[in-house]
């Protein structure tokens, strides 16, 4: 690993917020400095600067190649797996009581490991890399993570040289989501380690297991192919799916439909929406359907749309469905605490050209989406030559009848 010196810290911290791409064409600027590792920490500290915003000050951290750093977890998610560790889910923590000896068996950079060391006696790291063992144990001694055992090596050679009864409360673990050529996969059978296979010796090894996936993989394969859940995670971060978490334990008693869905939605600004649905509960109940738009809309979350949480919204909050494939909820009186964005509707019209430029002279700009629509947002934007942004919101979509329509709307939350 390279030893920084005093002058390449300095350069790095003088030139942070430059453009990385035109510095590396200011090769004479390098002055005997390492400038490739230069560049490289000036670029990962830019990601750290929105990632994991609390590292950001921290001296003398390091980072390899930009794609580890791409595929961490953020600061907001890895906190929300050190809050799973608090002694509250009965999945991770069946006594109650926090976990105290934590094995991470596919440590990568270590931002996982390293969120969820605070508390623990105990944290063991496992990574088969040596640049990126490296790198986290370096790290590590940087943020002053004594508790943090790094172990170079693969999750099936420590499991097999296991012996005895389970020593560690939790292992955590997030298989590698790319293939052999560099392409990303996201089904079980495709990431590294196949975790399907290792689940006798992964709970010789551990009480318990806390499983990261690919926010792609289907939530119905994973409970299929996985029967010791006994609880799902979808995690969301400002709106976007990021990942799925599943809680495993040998003695849990769920059938994959009654497995609870925990829909979390986490914001920059620390805000939180949670929802927690099962499979059993969306087959048992029937939705309430809309005609139309009425009066405010509403707009599920990521990871409500993920779970497909749809029954129990419109139960729980008195919503109804435009259309089984729109995704889009609408009601009469203004809902608080929907899991989502909110919208007062200002007004309603059928997609045709003509009537929409009559109805709406002055739309110039506005925020546009499309949900069960057969154009895209580009082409619509040609069509109505509207342009980006603004403070209104146009919902392209289908209602119940089969019916192309526009709902013009303003946003609450």
């Excluded at 609390?54 to 580890?68: E, K, P, R, V």
């Excluded at 005895?164 to 089904?187: C, I, T």
């Excluded at 109505?384 to 329509?405: C, H, I, M, N, P």
């Amino acid at each position: 690993m390279h030893q920084a010196t005093e002058s390449e810290k300095q350069f790095i911290q003088a030139h942070i917020d430059d453009d990385v791409r035109q510095l590396a064409l200011k090769s004479s600027l390098a002055q005997g400095m390492n400038w490739s590792w230069v560049l490289q920490q000036i670029a990962a500290r830019q990601q750290l600067r929105r990632k994991i915003p609390s590292w950001y000050s921290i001296d003398g951290l390091q980072f390899g190649a930009s794609l580890a750093l791409e595929q961490c977890s953020s600061e907001q998610t890895a906190r929300y797996k050190h809050a799973l560790l608090d002694g509250s889910h009965p999945v991770l923590t069946p006594q109650g009581h926090p976990v105290r000896r934590l094995a991470d068996l596919t440590g990568g950079l270590g931002v996982d490991c390293a969120f969820m060391s605070e508390g623990r006696t105990a944290v063991l790291y496992v990574e088969a890399q040596d640049e990126l063992a490296a790198l986290a144990t370096h790290n590590f001694d940087c943020l002053g993570l004594t508790a943090i055992v790094a172990k170079r090596g693969q999750a099936e050679g420590i499991l097999a040289a296991h012996k005895g009864r389970p020593e560690w409360d939790v292992v955590f673990l997030d298989p590698a989501r790319r293939s052999r050529s560099g392409n990303k996969v996201f089904a079980l059978e495709d990431c590294t380690p196949d975790v399907r296979t290792m689940m006798p010796q992964l709970f010789g090894f551990a009480h318990a297991v806390l499983l990261k996936l690919s926010p792609m993989l289907d939530v119905t394969h994973a409970l299929r192919a996985l029967p010791q859940t006994g609880a799902v995670h979808i995690v969301s971060v400002d709106g976007e799916c990021k990942e799925l978490l599943l809680e495993l334990n040998p003695n849990q008693s769920f059938r994959p439909e009654e497995v609870p869905i925990h829909c979390v939605d986490l914001s920059s600004q620390g805000d939180l929406q949670t929802l927690t649905c099962t499979r059993l509960y969306e087959q048992q109940h029937a939705l309430q359907w809309a005609t139309a738009p009425s009066t405010y809309m509403y707009e599920p979350n990521a990871s409500c749309l993920k779970a497909g949480a749809f029954a129990l919204l419109s139960e729980r909050f008195s919503v109804q469905k435009l259309h089984v494939n729109s995704h889009l909820f609408t009601a009469d009186q203004p809902v608080r605490n929907f899991p989502g964005r909110s919208f007062k509707v200002v007004d309603v019209q059928p997609y045709h050209l003509k009537s929409l430029r009559k109805a709406w002279p002055t739309l110039k700009q506005a925020n546009l989406a499309t949900r069960n629509f057969p154009l895209s947002v580009a082409e619509i934007r040609k069509q109505l030559r509207l342009a980006e942004g603004g403070t209104q919101y146009l919902f392209a979509t289908t209602l119940s009848d089969g019916s192309k329509v526009l709902v013009l709307c303003e946003k609450l939350t």
